[in-house]
């Protein structure tokens, strides 16, 4: 099968199962191994064995450093302020614990070498930002647990590989001709372990200084900002690797961490390049991996192996964790919530992938082990952590699985009495306005409302979005309504944002000519309905109301009542489901027991024995 079959498979099938999983909501890493698996030993579409050649190892190595250099872009120094003892406790208390209790375990329910095990329980001790930060972004837990779990994340992945690496090291160096001895193995690893921190350091900070360096002079173009960023973190890769062994993964960490914090230039535009590539990257890499196993590798998974999986997931997070933990102002719930959340993802993989290829010719038979189980506890964890985390979560009081929340991008007046509305029927509400007269009466209403910019650079990271589900813009600037859809398509599904429509398309024209697609919102409400509608309307006297559907001859009797009067705003369906109206949603009739929320123009006056009408409603 030709080399361009097999890179086109590779890439098509990787995005495929990303898809479908957004599609089930299922967690995508387990549908990219399961479509690796069968497109490899399966059924031969992608060769097992083309996928251990050196050049897929050293591509895997490169990705995966770009990969923490885009996690590295999402770590913030203010929330150290809050988790930063806990942060450095856990990746290093932590990290011992895991090390310590899952090679004893290798050691004793696998029935493994203690060489193997020690190994084994070195490469288990990473987590890793492309499982965890997709979790987190699903369920947004309250207060401090996610900043804790994200910093977790991010900067145990070059740890633990470190620390596999040299164990590696250490086993190779034993088994030499020569051999080695305690001390000399022990000086071995401690010497290597400084000179890929400080090498590691050193280089991620240069590469940093030199790119911001380049965008502060303005030396490089817009269209070639991403490129030049892609090619800075590649070399600082490379040349970190190769002045020593593994600490490329330190450096592009760092890289990231220090772009991220600067505040000499704006580096969004390369982080949402970073987080498309990121998720290319996440597909390719895993399908690959997957497609490098063996269909004799499932005779190594026995009832051993499960019962290792469930030892580390039930006893040895929790311990670590816990202990870890000791003289932390971390609450339980908090501390049950980590001990629940430490899915393996691709740093694993791939070190496990790499070692068995160097450890063929010393453990010829038991290095055969160390893929299989890693792979096992891969998919073991995401797939369990992944599906429960949820429910835990909720239970813990910690975060809602499917938050029914609004996130609103405008406190004026009217806006206020749309969101409290919601808030009032048991939603939670968070209001954004560069006003702070806007904010106090908001505050005041009892709404939870923050003085900010919706397109600041810092925004994302000031928010609590805990309970939010979805946005809703609508400020008098189609422009900026827009660009905070942009903003927040990161953070919101685009299914579950919303604006305003603009004002081109209520003078009839195509809103298309203006504004592109997807740099708009769905269309809020009614067809037509704009800011300066609604302005009218509120000010002609129009009143946010709450109908209860008991029938279901109930909303008739309302349209009958009300007539063109009434604009459906919100529907609230089953225990609190919100649905929001939009002209591009076909305008669903309320069932009974579902609660509508809709907006009433005042009846129209009399005036001299002629009727003036009321605001006119605009068309739906």
Not at 256 to 280: H, M, P, S, T, Y
Not at 389 to 401: D, K, N, Q, Y
Request: proline share 5%.
């Amino acid at each position: 099968m030709s080399a361009l079959f097999s890179i086109a498979a590779v890439f098509v099938l990787g995005v495929s199962a990303q898809w479908i999983a957004w599609r089930y909501r299922v967690p995508s890493i387990l549908l990219l191994l399961v479509f690796g698996f069968i497109a490899g030993p399966v059924t031969g579409l992608l060769d097992p064995a083309a996928m251990r050649a050196e050049w897929v190892f050293t591509f895997v190595a490169l990705s995966i450093g770009i990969i923490l250099f885009e996690g590295g872009l999402s770590l913030r120094l203010d929330e150290l302020r809050e988790v930063g003892g806990a942060v450095s406790r856990l990746i290093s208390i932590g990290v011992l614990i895991t090390w310590i209790l899952a090679s004893i375990a290798s050691l004793f329910v696998l029935k493994l070498s203690l060489s193997i095990s020690v190994l084994i329980g070195a490469i288990l001790t990473v987590t890793g930002p492309t499982v965890i930060v997709p979790i987190l972004r699903h369920i947004r837990p309250k207060g401090r647990i996610a900043a804790l779990a994200k910093w977790e994340g991010i900067t145990i992945d070059p740890i633990g590989a470190i620390l596999a690496v040299l164990v590696l090291e250490a086993l190779v160096l034993i088994n030499e001709p020569a051999g080695g001895t305690v001390g000399s193995v022990a000086s071995h690893a401690l010497k290597g372990l400084l000179l890929e921190f400080f090498v590691g350091v050193g280089i991620g900070v240069a590469g940093a200084g030199i790119l911001v360096f380049l965008l502060r002079r303005r030396m490089v173009p817009d269209y070639l900002q991403n490129p030049m960023a892609l090619m800075v973190v590649i070399a600082v890769f490379a040349i970190s690797d190769g002045l020593q062994a593994e600490s490329g993964l330190v450096a592009t960490t760092v890289m990231g961490f220090a772009v991220a914090n600067q505040r000499l230039v704006a580096v969004r535009r390369i982080v949402e390049f970073k987080e498309d590539l990121r998720v290319l990257l996440i597909a390719a890499l895993f399908v690959m991996l997957a497609a490098q196993l063996d269909l004799g590798d499932i005779q190594y998974l026995g009832w051993e192996a499960i019962v290792f999986l469930l030892i580390l997931m039930l006893f040895v997070r929790p311990a670590a964790v816990f202990l870890s933990m000791l003289g932390t102002r971390l609450y339980v719930k908090e501390k049950v919530f980590l001990s629940w959340l430490a899915p393996r993802g691709i740093v694993a993989a791939a070190v496990a992938s790499l070692f068995t290829f160097r450890l063929a010719e010393i453990y010829p038979e038991e290095s055969q082990f160390i893929v299989p189980i890693v792979f096992l506890v891969i998919i073991g964890t995401v797939a369990i952590y992944g599906l429960t985390i949820s429910p835990v979560a909720r239970w813990l009081g910690l975060a809602e699985p499917d938050p029914q929340g609004v996130l609103f991008i405008g406190a004026h007046d009217w806006g206020r009495h749309i969101a409290s509305a919601l808030h009032q029927v048991g939603f939670s509400v968070l209001i954004i306005d560069t006003n702070p007269g806007n904010v106090a009466s908001a505050r005041e209403a009892g709404l939870q409302a923050l003085h900010g910019n919706v397109l600041s650079e810092s925004i994302l990271d000031e928010l609590d979005l805990s309970g939010i589900g979805r946005l809703i813009v609508f400020t008098p600037n189609d422009e900026v309504n827009s660009l905070a859809v942009v903003r927040f398509a990161q953070v919101f599904d685009s299914a579950e944002m919303y604006q305003l429509a603009t004002r081109d398309k209520q003078r009839g024209k195509d809103a298309d000519e203006t504004l592109a697609q997807h740099l708009r919102g769905r269309p809020l409400f009614g067809t037509g309905t704009n800011h300066a509608s609604l302005t009218a309307q509120f000010a002609a006297g129009a009143e946010v109301k709450t109908f209860p559907i008991e029938d279901e001859g109930a909303y008739s009797k309302l349209e009958a009542k009300y007539g063109s009067r009434m604009i459906p705003l919100f529907v609230v369906r089953g225990k609190n489901q919100l649905q929001v109206f939009s002209e591009d949603n076909g305008f669903p009739k309320p069932d009974p027991g579902n609660v509508l929320i809709a907006l009433i123009d005042p009846p129209a006056r009399k005036t001299g024995g002629a009727v003036a009408p009321s605001v006119a409603a605009p068309a739906r």
